[in-house]
């Protein structure tokens, strides 16, 4: 799989839902596998990968994502 | 408390600035998840890293996490450096200091970047990392000090 197509189902999902997440749980992180989403929302990035652990395994890849209306750029200098 | 000292040289062009050895992995819940299932981790890898108070996030140097096969959560991560944007992977990992009292991290998210041409280092500790330590410079005698 190209890595331009990984994640690719899960950030639909995501983008279908960002409106509505970003009033609700701004800031908080969502953990995603191809159209299901995990149960609840998580403050930490750690909490959300043991949450995707338990949910979905280690075989396949899940996506965390940090919910924020409009996407973040993060500077390196 | 824990207290560790680095040299860093500013007026010495060719050092990079306070590096500190680290070892990078997969966190300690992706390990076990896998190898309960039969998968296989390469182990720990030890690399340089540059104490990097302009960087937001921490990064590792693709190669890297993908030689530590760094369990991969996001392909979709935007960091802008000098002027260009690029899309990065995001990775969870874990980070800890051999040699030092500092405490090892785990379940940190990493991001895998193209280190293009750095041959000082492996892997930028941002400020998601720095911001549990009280850090200091002393000019005068090119000492950095991190206290925990």
Known sequence: M????LFSKEIMVFEKHRKEWSRSHPGEYVVIQDEIIADGFFRTYAEALKAGLRRFGVQRSFLIKQVWKTEPVYFVS | MATIELSWNPSDPLDPGPCIDVTVMNSADVIEAGQAIGLEYPKPVRMKALLDTGASVTVISKTFANHCKL?????????SAIGATHTCGEHAGAISFPGTPLRPL???????????????YACLIGRDILRNWT???DGPSKKVTITE
């Open chain 2, 106 to 120: 785990n379940a940190i998210r990493i991001v895998s970047a193209v280190f293009a041409k750095e041959r000082h």
């Open chain 1, 2 to 5: 190209a890595p331009a197509e």
């Open chain 2, 71 to 79: 369990f991969q959560t996001s392909q979709s991560f935007e960091i």
């Open chain 2, 135 to 137: 850090i200091t410079f």
